[in-house]
């Protein structure tokens, strides 16, 4: 199904029926973004390990994390994206109050319709209330589409690290953004 601008796209908290769905969703985004620059055998082994069911029902669980998605008028999932708390990187250690937006992934029939936009802004929103002054993300250094994305939504480029897929090591640039 093809999305539509016009079609309302609401948000909600992750439940423990969704992790199937969003397990699949998490694969195909990942595999779509970042296929190409693996060999198959890894990619699969790093799909087995991080976008299983029991990885996604652990962050749904986890209270240290907020699973949320984006729900279209049907009711299908077509994004979600995850707020994690206790995570770091050197490069912002010396700030206070920061969380990570850890995973924003929208399905590719919505992307350029502003779900990563209002999913975003949602988990914005909920590190406020938290009591939290900065918001921080990993993005691959080769994925251009969505580091435009997180320009516009006035995250900074603040450093970078390695980011390890089997035998592979790419680079993770770290944006921040102040909420």
Not at 33 to 55: C, I, K, N, P, R
Not at 104 to 114: D, E, H, K
Not at 123 to 141: C, H, I, N, T
Request: glycine letters at 8%; a negative charge.
């Amino acid at each position: 199904m093809a999305a539509s601008s016009t079609s309302p796209i609401t948000t909600r908290k992750a439940r423990l029926d969704d992790a199937t769905h969003v397990t699949h969703l998490g694969a195909h985004v990942f595999t779509v973004t970042y296929g190409h620059s693996l060999a198959a055998e890894e990619l699969q082994a790093y799909l087995d390990e991080a976008y299983s069911v029991e990885a996604f029902t652990k962050d749904i669980v986890d209270p240290n994390k907020d699973l949320i998605l984006a729900v279209n008028s049907e009711g299908i999932i077509v994004g979600f994206a995850l707020l994690t708390r206790g995570s770091s990187e050197p490069c912002i250690a010396h700030l206070e109050r920061y969380v990570e937006l850890q995973r924003l992934y929208v399905s590719t029939a919505y992307q350029g319709y502003g779900v990563g936009k209002i999913l975003a802004k949602q988990l914005e929103a909920m590190a406020r209330e938290q009591g939290f002054k900065y918001m921080w993300l990993g993005v691959w250094e080769e994925n251009h589409k969505a580091q435009k994305v997180y320009e516009k939504l006035c995250y900074e480029l603040v450093g970078d690290r390695d980011f390890v897929v089997g035998g592979v090591v790419q680079t993770g640039l770290i944006m921040l953004k102040e909420l």
